[in-house]
């Protein structure tokens, strides 16, 4: 008897329950669909936002390789120049090559958020753009196109010089390194214009930086003794823009070599700079 009471029980406590339900569905049903859509959506947006990081991680990558790589092309080109190659080859190969390094530095500062990763690509803009305006002129180049033509030297080196002021900015110029290649870009920059003073400005707030290592110091303070008798030399034999310059430079960061600032080694820093041409008669 006792087990036929508690099946009975049982029996009517799962029919009360049944007819209820509807009623506890219509109370509390459209508020535990919203807790699994809220749920649902939570996940799909973390796997989407991570998934969205894996390939921005990745675009900034090959876009930091096509950066390294046109820059060093670029650097190269005029070599072959000295082979008797083409002028048109030369100059249609120039700008493609401008055109990529370009569209890649505009993918990285579009895509990449870290304040390193920005900093490099705006030194890389402004090597570009040096690159570009003292690209040697090609023989015969005033017979090529206009569109293959490099005619607005002075609004390139403004630009380059836009591109490494905007490192000093205090929301990029938290790496030492970036800052010295930006002040050695800007100062390369100021002596191709024969601007001195402005050069030396530069030079010396390497050497006044509390951060800077002692080579970087070392380097620009050799080249703030140097400015004198560039000065001189400048005065009494004119020279065109220069070229690329032809100085030992190593690695810098995931950009690779640079265009117009040479690094000090760790020992024995360099001397030369993009400038040092102007000098020579």
């Not at 993918?107 to 040697?136: C, H, M, S, Y």
């Not at 560039?230 to 265009?259: M, N």
């Amino acid at each position: 008897m006792k087990a036929e009471r508690r099946h009975e029980l049982k029996t009517n406590a799962l029919a009360r329950g049944l007819e209820e339900f509807p009623d506890y569905w219509r109370e509390y049903g459209s508020k535990a669909l919203l807790v699994v859509l809220v749920a649902a959506v939570a996940f799909l947006s973390v796997r989407y936002w991570n998934d969205k990081k894996a390939r921005d991680a990745q675009t900034v990558t090959n876009s930091m390789q096509s950066i390294h790589s046109g820059l060093d092309q670029l650097r190269t080109l005029p070599m072959f120049l000295q082979n008797g190659a083409g002028a048109q080859p030369i100059a249609e190969q120039r700008q493609k090559i401008a055109q990529t390094v370009d569209s890649s530095i505009s993918t990285v500062l579009n895509t990449a958020k870290e304040p390193k990763i920005l900093a490099n690509a705006f030194l890389a803009r402004g090597d570009l753009n040096w690159q570009l305006a003292n690209f040697p002129d090609v023989p015969g180049s005033d017979t090529l196109p206009a569109t293959l033509q490099i005619q607005n030297h002075d609004s390139l080196l403004e630009q380059a010089r836009a591109s490494y002021e905007k490192v000093l900015e205090p929301a990029y110029s938290g790496s030492p390194t970036d800052v010295f290649y930006a002040r050695v870009g800007l100062a390369a920059i100021a002596e191709n214009q024969g601007q001195w003073d402005k050069a030396k400005a530069q030079y010396q707030a390497i050497t006044d930086a509390a951060d800077m290592p002692a080579a970087f110091k070392e380097y620009a303070g050799e080249r703030i003794a140097q400015l004198p008798q560039l000065q001189t030399a400048a005065l009494l034999v004119p020279q065109p823009p220069v070229a690329s310059p032809e100085i030992p430079t190593t690695p810098r960061g995931p950009l690779g070599p640079i265009g117009p600032m040479p690094i000090p080694a760790t020992s024995s820093p360099t001397t030369q700079s993009a400038a040092t041409a102007v000098s020579q008669p």
